[in-house]
C-alpha cells in the first residue's frame, strides 16, 4: 500500500478522572503532574519521527499531549473536534458504582456494551457506541485520504482508539471487547482507501 498513510493513533496523558476511572467524554479535564511528565516523555519518544503533520481533539488533555510532541517537529497542532471522546451524557463525572445508584435503569444496558443503547442527556446529548464508531471511521479514513503516503500523528482519546482497532480487526459492533489501551500508549495503523490497518499495537 504504497499511498497508504500511517496513523499513529496516541491516547492523551493521564487526568485526575482517569486515576480515579471518572467518564469523562466532553468534559474539558487537564492532564495531572502524571499526565503532564507523560506528554513529556512521549515527545521525547516521538523525536525521531517524521510527521507530516500533528493532529489533536479539541479537548485540553488530548492539546496538551500534542504540544508536547509538537514541540519536537516544528509543527502546528491541528485541531479536529472529530476526534473528541464519546459524549456520556449525563454519565459524565460518574465512576461506576455512582451510575448504578442514580442510572438503574440504564446501567445494564451500557455494561452490556449495547452498540445502540441512548445514555440518559446531560449537559449535552449522549452519544451511541455505534454513532461514535461511525464518527471516529469516517474521520479516521478521511485523514488517510488527506495524507496519503506520508506519517501522521493523531492525539485523541480511549473510544477513537478503540474504534480503530475494531475497524482493523473487523470486529462487529455487537460483539464485546475489552481492549487496554494506556494512557500515553502509541498505536500504529495504516489508512488506505477506507481500510484501516494495524501495524503495532501497545499492549
Not at 86 to 110: K, N, Q, T, V
Not at 134 to 154: D, F, S, V, W
Request: charged share 25%; hydrophobic share 40%; proline share 4%.
Amino acid at each position: 500500500m504504497r499511498n497508504a498513510a500511517e496513523i499513529l493513533i496516541i491516547r492523551h496523558g493521564q487526568t485526575d478522572w482517569n486515576a480515579v476511572k471518572r467518564l469523562q467524554g466532553h468534559s474539558d479535564i487537564p492532564l495531572n503532574e502524571t499526565g503532564l511528565g507523560q506528554a513529556q516523555l512521549l515527545g521525547r519518544a516521538l523525536g525521531g519521527e517524521k510527521f507530516a503533520a500533528i493532529i489533536s481533539s479539541d479537548l485540553l488533555r488530548a492539546l496538551q499531549t500534542a504540544e508536547e510532541i509538537a514541540r519536537w517537529h516544528g509543527l502546528p497542532v491541528l485541531v479536529d473536534r472529530s476526534f473528541r471522546e464519546r459524549s456520556y451524557g449525563a454519565f459524565e463525572g460518574l465512576i461506576h458504582d455512582e451510575i448504578r445508584f442514580h442510572f438503574p435503569g440504564s446501567y445494564p444496558a451500557w455494561l452490556a456494551v449495547d452498540p445502540d443503547h441512548v445514555l440518559p442527556g446531560g449537559p449535552r446529548p449522549s452519544e451511541t457506541i455505534r454513532s461514535l464508531h461511525e464518527r471516529a471511521t469516517r474521520a479516521i479514513c478521511g485523514l488517510g485520504r488527506r495524507y496519503a503516503g506520508k506519517k501522521i500523528a493523531l492525539v485523541t482519546h480511549y473510544g477513537i482508539v478503540k474504534s480503530a482497532y475494531r475497524a482493523a480487526k473487523k470486529i462487529s459492533l455487537e460483539e464485546r471487547i475489552k481492549i487496554t489501551v494506556k494512557n500515553a500508549s502509541v498505536n500504529r495503523f495504516l489508512v488506505f482507501e477506507d481500510q484501516i490497518e494495524l501495524l503495532e499495537w501497545e499492549s
